[in-house]
């Protein structure tokens, strides 16, 4: 039989016992808890599970915001040996209701903020039966009866405060055995293949994660104070702002309001992070508001991931902030960063060199490793590697290929090792930091009658990050405006997906068998954009 291991207990409960339970665990705006309280709370949530019948490896949705409570929910359903699916609380209710559907779910967790987009997506998930409702952020102890009321009838509407007084019988034995390799987490992403898929880590990934790459690259200790731009629900932010703090007995700082350089700047101010933590486009934006100039004043090291951060954006945050920004590549499917820079050698441009127990290569078509200075597909084997995708077999065969996961990005490597990303190999785009499929977008466009063909692929804005532009063909007889195009994908996509450009052409350049020549769509949006007279893509920052 294999050891027991259990991450929540893992995280929380070593602390207590060795006398720091009077350490700040979790702060912020949502509020302040020690790890003593944090546990307590974990243990309340996973006794009210268990007595709403939520059994081992059955998955727990949670649409909430970054608080102590959402924190406490994904440790709590790990603690009983269930499977935590923190989801993206960007999506709208269509969105949502697949992912519903996908995890075959009978319980979420939802804050009040989200229990109309929740409720839209519990009617087209006929497995749901539970919803624990919790409150907004800010707005007190309970949720409404007017968010309880928007859920369909015949699903069970359950306060937070509620749950946790039913389980009260369970107390602190609430947990079923797990192994390292019980699943733990499931991060739905598109990844390098379009639509979306739950990606399913184990508890001894989570180890993993806590013990290379904050340990070895940022020299996290207890005495650490950790704020990400990037939520709970990413890979990324999940690693930031619980798995690497939490592991040394460190400080969560957890915001649940939606970022802006403003609010970031006075949280900053506020909470003193020492580590700090965003994706390049939200970099980019901090450096055009008016942003003082001391604002990082308490972060000893800010750190970059989900797209390549450009060189000239990571000088001009050194010259203006002070900081210097690490950046590094990751993946929901290895749950972290695996390849970064380091404090005192940096190569701005690069993501730098592996962590300690990761393996790269960059091989070509035929699967053989490139020499240095030529690129090739990059290829990585991971400890903290996914079990795979939830039930899409074919795609986990074609990423999980045995002992290496195919990263689908396009890398090549200097003869003193470090390694630079070219591109990607498939034609997903990433926008601020998330991936978005071409097709989701252009299935969109195509729903709206004034538009007959559409093709959306990446341009580099102004700052050289990626973003989503789209090249339309008019229905006949149709007069379709950019602006009323850009406004369909807003209310039916999430607003990250949005196109920041439309571009109207007479006809999509194909092949001889139809197939669409997305370069050729790509290099006709750059020749539209550099005729319009405008220098830089209209829209801001992915997610605005």
Not at 182 to 205: C, D, E, Q
Not at 278 to 297: H, K, N, R
Not at 304 to 329: H, N, W
Not at 411 to 423: H, P
Request: overall charge negative.
């Amino acid at each position: 039989m294999p050891e027991p291991f259990n991450v929540s207990t893992y995280l929380i409960d070593r602390h207590v016992a060795e006398g720091r339970g009077e350490r700040v665990a979790v702060t912020g705006p949502a509020g302040t808890l020690s790890y003593a309280e944090l546990l307590a709370l974990v243990e309340s949530i996973a006794a009210g599970l268990r007595e709403l019948g939520v059994r081992p490896e059955e998955r727990v949705v949670m649409v909430a915001a970054d608080t102590p409570q959402l924190l406490a929910a994904i440790l709590a359903a790990m603690r009983i040996g269930a499977v935590a699916v923190p989801v993206n609380t960007m999506l709208t209710g269509r969105e949502l209701g697949e992912l519903f559907r996908d995890t075959r779910a009978r319980i979420a967790i939802v804050s009040g903020e989200f229990a109309a987009t929740a409720a839209q997506a519990a009617a087209a998930a006929p497995e749901l039966r539970d919803v624990v409702l919790a409150a907004a952020a800010g707005a007190g102890a309970a949720a409404t009866d007017a968010d309880a009321a928007a859920f369909p009838a015949g699903i069970s509407v359950t306060s937070l405060p509620g749950v946790i007084a039913s389980g009260s019988r369970y107390g602190a034995g609430s947990q079923y055995p797990t192994w390292g390799d019980s699943a733990a987490l499931w991060l739905y992403t598109s990844g390098t293949t379009g639509t979306a898929k739950g990606v399913v880590h184990r508890h001894a990934n989570i180890r993993h994660v806590a013990e290379s790459y904050p340990r070895e690259v940022l020299g996290i200790t207890a005495d650490d104070r950790c704020y990400s731009v990037a939520k709970l629900f990413f890979a990324y932010g999940i690693g930031n702002s619980a798995f690497f703090p939490l592991s040394v007995g460190g400080t969560v700082i957890l915001d649940p309001a939606r970022p802006t350089p403003a609010l970031v700047a006075e949280r900053l101010a506020s909470y003193r992070p020492t580590l700090f933590f965003a994706v390049p486009s939200f970099y980019a934006a901090l450096l055009a508001a008016d942003v003082p100039a001391g604002a990082l004043g308490s972060v000893r090291l800010a750190v970059s991931a989900g797209e390549t951060l450009p060189a000239a954006i990571y000088q001009r945050f050194l010259d203006r902030f002070g900081v210097g920004v690490l950046d590094g590549i990751g993946s929901t499917e290895a749950l972290h960063i695996f390849l970064s820079n380091r404090p005192g050698s940096v190569r701005p441009g690069s993501s730098g060199t592996p962590v300690t127990g990761y393996e790269v290569e960059i091989r070509d078509g035929q699967g053989a490793p490139v020499a240095d200075g030529l690129p090739g597909d990059l290829y990585l084997k991971a400890p903290s590697a996914a079990l795979g995708y939830w039930c899409r077999t074919d795609t986990t065969r074609e990423v999980f290929q045995g002992e290496w996961l195919r990263t689908g990005d396009v890398y090549m490597r200097s003869a003193d090792g470090y390694y630079t990303c070219l591109g990607r190999s498939s034609d997903m785009i990433k926008a601020g930091g998330i991936w978005v499929s071409p097709a989701e977008v252009e299935a969109r466009l195509l729903e709206h009658p004034g538009v007959a063909q559409a093709a959306v692929v990446g341009l580099a804005d102004a700052d050289g990050l990626e973003t989503p532009v789209a090249c339309v063909v008019r229905a006949p007889g149709e007069a379709a405006q950019a602006a009323d195009l850009v406004a369909f994908c807003r209310d039916g996509l999430a607003a990250f997906k949005r196109p920041r450009e439309i571009f109207f052409v007479e006809s999509l350049p194909a092949t001889a068998t139809g197939k669409l020549r997305r370069f050729a769509v790509r290099e006709t949006a750059a020749k539209l954009l550099a005729e319009s007279g405008r220098a830089t893509l209209r829209g801001g920052a992915a997610g605005a």
